[in-house]
């Protein structure tokens, strides 16, 4: 531990609850980053990593844990995420159940098969851009939220006409998922709208048994990897998690990807002369402003990341933010940049939990960015600003206003 720890700031002032951190990380990240390899926060009973190497020697690392009933009890993950002893998710499952799921959900998700939803995803983007009928919008609200959620109620085969249910509830259930800290109003809400999302499921569920159809759900009954079926109650949790680790977290990345755009009109009028740099503008949207500022592991034995000793289930909370943004590897790390080579980053994570549904969010967003930009030759910031959301461990707005001319 550095000297200089003591006075770096720790616990909620490390999270999106803070005004500052929600507005601007990337200047206190950056501070802890340049200061010490490892902060001890022993306000929220974690160790954070801040360096881009040590964060992927952390995610790479696939003996670490995630599964929080195993860490000590006081810290981070046993507090926050390890709410009662029900079987995590994917998310926070550990071998053999984890590799078990995954292999049974994957196959939809590779590159290939991700790639046949383009056109749909092309004209669902279509579609929503046909609802917005006002010049001053927000986006979040009209476009990049609506996109994900449509795209993977398709995806799960689910009737058009519960479309607008279906979004309601799994934007409340969202709440409680992946908040730390929800308050009360939010948890009686996030508890209401997920049992109603879980009898839907269920009753899905059942339809497709009787008739199998071409959707992910169908898939997931037919599933087959070392003779092993899903059960209900897993097919049920894993429509949930496609829904939590899916829907906030690519509105968000269309929501930070166009502010971006906006506030960079040079790099705007880039992508739109040449719009074939989209693929390479996305990458540089994930790492410029990463829809996901934090994952982490359990450490599962004594280890020495950062020259900082930790212990068998000590939380370890990887900076995915600030690993991003390293100087020592990123030419002008702050720099947005459509164009940079350098794109690679550690937002969807890495090593055995790498984010399943990478393929998916990309397209989504590449074909929400380009639907937007040529339906509105003109797009700049709306007279109403924008909100950022107060949600730990992710970063996204809740509003944000734009105008948009169109032809
Ligand atoms: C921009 C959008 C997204 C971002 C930034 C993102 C980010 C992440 C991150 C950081 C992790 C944890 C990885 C780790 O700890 O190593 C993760 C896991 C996961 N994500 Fe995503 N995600 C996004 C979109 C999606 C979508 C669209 C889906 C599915 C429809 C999805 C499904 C999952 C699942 C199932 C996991 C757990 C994988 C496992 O534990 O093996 N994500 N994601």
Not at 129 to 153: S, Y
Not at 263 to 273: C, G, N, V, Y
Not at 350 to 360: E, K, T
Request: overall charge negative.
């Amino acid at each position: 531990m550095s000297e200089t720890e003591t006075d770096l700031p720790q616990g909620i002032a490390l999270t999106a609850l803070d005004e500052n951190f929600r507005d601007d990380p990337y200047p206190v990240l950056g501070s802890i980053r340049d200061k010490t390899a490892v902060l001890h926060d022993a306000e929220l009973g974690r160790y954070v990593y801040t360096r881009h190497d040590d964060v992927k020697e952390i995610l790479h690392d696939g003996a670490l844990w995630s599964d929080p009933r195993k860490a000590n009890p006081g810290t981070f993950t046993r507090e926050f995420l390890g709410r009662g002893d029900e079987e995590p998710s994917m998310l926070l499952m550990d071998e053999p159940g984890h590799r078990r799921l995954r292999m049974l959900v994957s196959r939809p998700f590779t590159p290939a098969a991700v790639e046949r939803w383009r056109e749909r995803a092309r004209a669902i983007v279509e579609r929503v851009l046909d609802d917005i009928h006002d010049e001053e919008f927000d986006l979040i609200e009209q476009f990049a939220g609506p996109v994900p959620t449509v795209v993977i109620a398709e995806m799960l085969g689910i009737d058009p006409a519960m479309h607008a249910d279906f979004k309601d509830w799994s934007d409340v259930s969202v709440q409680i998922g992946f908040n730390p800290f929800p308050t009360p109003e939010q948890t009686a809400a996030g508890e209401g709208a997920q049992a109603k999302l879980d009898a839907f499921f269920k009753s899905e569920i059942a339809a497709r048994r009787a008739h199998l159809g071409d959707d992910l759900i169908s898939d997931m009954i037919r599933a087959e990897a070392e003779g092993e079926k899903l059960t209900e109650p897993e097919i049920v949790q894993q429509c949930n998690l496609l829904l939590i680790a899916g829907n906030v977290t690519t509105t968000d990345l269309i929501g930070n990807g166009v502010k971006a755009l906006l506030d960079h009109p040079e790099q705007l009028a880039k992508l739109r002369s040449n719009p074939s740099l989209i693929r390479n503008a996305v990458e540089e949207m994930l790492r410029y402003d990463s829809p996901v500022t934090n994952s982490g592991r359990i450490a599962n034995r004594s280890l020495d990341i950062g020259g900082c000793p930790v212990h068998q289930g000590d939380s370890l909370s990887t900076s995915l933010a600030a690993a991003n943004r390293d100087p020592s590897v990123y030419v002008d790390a702050d720099r947005f940049d459509i164009e940079r080579e350098d794109t690679h980053h550690q937002s969807f994570g890495g090593g055995r939990h790498l984010c399943l549904g990478a393929h998916l969010a990309r397209l989504e967003a590449q074909e929400a960015i380009l639907g937007l930009l040529a339906r509105y030759p003109v797009l700049e910031h709306g007279k109403q600003g924008w909100q950022y959301a107060q949600v730990p461990s992710f970063r996204g707005m809740t509003k944000f206003w734009v105008r948009g001319v169109s032809a």
